[in-house]
C-alpha cells in the first residue's frame, strides 16, 4: 500500500476535501488532481528521489499538494510563517528539487530560495477550480507512483538537541500510522473532519488527512484555527470529529461554555487531543458540554505521530492517561536498558511498522 493507491479507496463521488465558500472536491477529482501535479514535477526533470518543499497557507491547496507530492516523491512543508534566515537553514538542509508558494505569494522563503539556486513555482488556481485544485506547470511526463520503500515526508523536529534535525519518513510508515489511527479512532468513510491544525505538522498531516482519506472520508481544510468562528463552521459543515491540541481545546470550551446547547447540537462522534498533555479539568469539561467521548492520544514525529491512544468505545477513557499502544509495541526503561519501576523510569523504547527508535 503506498499513499497513491490509498486515494483509490474513497467512492469517486464522494467529497474527499472542503472549505468555505468553495466547491468540494470529491475522490475522483482529487485522484485526476494527484497525478496531474505528479506528471508536472516530472515534466519539469523531477524524480521519485526528489524533496519539493511546500510554503502555502492552510487551507485545501495545502492539504492536495502534500497528497500529490508525496504520492510521487518526498513532500517536505514548512511553516509559511518563517523568516528569511529560518528558510534558507530548512532548505540548506532539506535541499529540495522545487519550492511550491501561493499565487502571487511575496513570502520570504522565495528570496531564501534565488540565494540557494532553487527553482520556485506557483500553485495557481483559476475561480472555476474546486477546492484543493491547481497548477503548477503546463508541460508533463510520465511517472510512476512511488513505492512503499521510497521517502514521502520530510519534517524537522527538535528531539532532545538544540540544532532541529531532520526525520524522513517512508511511504510505509505513514501509512502504518494513518492505518493506526483510522482504527483506534473506527473512522468511517461517512465520517467528516474538520481541520484547524497546521499542515506542515506531522499530527494534522497524518491524523487528520491522510488516516481520513484512507477510510474514504471528509476534511474540512480551514484557514487555520480561529477559536470565533470554529463553533460556526463545525455546525456548517455537519462535522463528526475534530483533532487539535490542548490550547485549542481549551479555547474552543470557553465559548462553547457559552451556549453549550449550541455544542451539543453538533453531535460529535469524538473529540481527539495529542501533540501536548490535555488537563484533566479540560477533558472533563469537554466531555460534559460536548457531550462526546475525548480520546487523549500520544505521538511523536518519528514515529510517524500517533504510538498510544485511549479506546474509543464509552467510559474507556482516562483523563491525563495517553492510552494504550495502537499497534507499535511501547515499554519503559532505564539508561541500562532494563525495565525499572514508574518512579525509575527514564526514557522509551517503540518498534513497529511506523519506526524504531529510543526516544
Keep these: 500500500m503506498t499513499l497513491r493507491s490509498l486515494l483509490d479507496k474513497g467512492a469517486g463521488s464522494a467529497i474527499a476535501l472542503s472549505a468555505p465558500a468553495r466547491q468540494p472536491l470529491t475522490y475522483v477529482q482529487l485522484r485526476r488532481h494527484v497525478d496531474t501535479i505528479g506528471r508536472q514535477l516530472a515534466g519539469q526533470g523531477l524524480h521519485a528521489s526528489d524533496r519539493v518543499a511546500i510554503v502555502l497557507p492552510n487551507g485545501p491547496e495545502m492539504a492536495s499538494s502534500f497528497l500529490a507530492v508525496a504520492s510521487y516523491m518526498s513532500a517536505a512543508p514548512l511553516n509559511p510563517n518563517y523568516k528569511r534566515n529560518e528558510y534558507e537553514f530548512y532548505l540548506s538542509d532539506l535541499k529540495p528539487a522545487l519550492v511550491i508558494v501561493e499565487q502571487g505569494s511575496d513570502n520570504p522563503v522565495r528570496q531564501a530560495a534565488a540565494a540557494l539556486n532553487i527553482p520556485v513555482a506557483e500553485a495557481r488556481v483559476k475561480p472555476d477550480m474546486s477546492a484543493g485544485e491547481f497548477l503548477l506547470f503546463d508541460e508533463e511526463a510520465d511517472i510512476t507512483p512511488a513505492s512503499t520503500e521510497q521517502e514521502a515526508l520530510v519534517l524537522h523536529t527538535s528531539g532532545t538537541t538544540s540544532r532541529p534535525k531532520v526525520v524522513p519518513l517512508l511511504q510505509k510508515n505513514i501509512l502504518a500510522s494513518a492505518r493506526n489511527i483510522a482504527a483506534s479512532l473506527e473512522l468511517r468513510d461517512h465520517d467528516h473532519c474538520l481541520n484547524i491544525m497546521p499542515l506542515f505538522h506531522i499530527h494534522g498531516l497524518i491524523a487528520v488527512l491522510i488516516a481520513s482519506m484512507g477510510k474514504g472520508a471528509s476534511v474540512c481544510c480551514s484557514a487555520g484555527f480561529n477559536a470565533l468562528k470554529f463553533m460556526e463552521l463545525a455546525a456548517l459543515e455537519q462535522i463528526s470529529w475534530y483533532s487539535g491540541v490542548p490550547t485549542m481545546h481549551q479555547a474552543i470550551l470557553l465559548r462553547a ?76 526503561l532505564d539508561a541500562e536498558g532494563e525495565n525499572p519501576t514508574a518512579r525509575q523510569r527514564r526514557r522509551g523504547l517503540h518498534k513497529g511498522g511506523q519506526c524504531d527508535s529510543r526516544l
Design 257 to 332: 461554555k457559552r451556549n453549550p446547547a449550541q455544542a451539543q447540537a453538533l453531535s460529535l462522534r469524538f473529540i481527539r487531543s495529542s501533540s501536548a498533555s490535555l488537563p484533566p479539568a479540560v477533558f472533563e469539561e469537554l466531555v460534559a458540554v460536548f457531550d462526546c467521548p475525548v480520546i487523549e492520544a500520544y505521538g511523536m514525529t518519528e514515529a510517524a505521530h500517533q504510538m498510544t491512544s485511549n479506546p474509543l468505545g464509552e467510559g474507556r477513557q482516562k483523563a491525563g492517561f495517553v492510552g494504550i499502544a495502537t499497534s507499535p509495541e511501547v515499554c519503559i
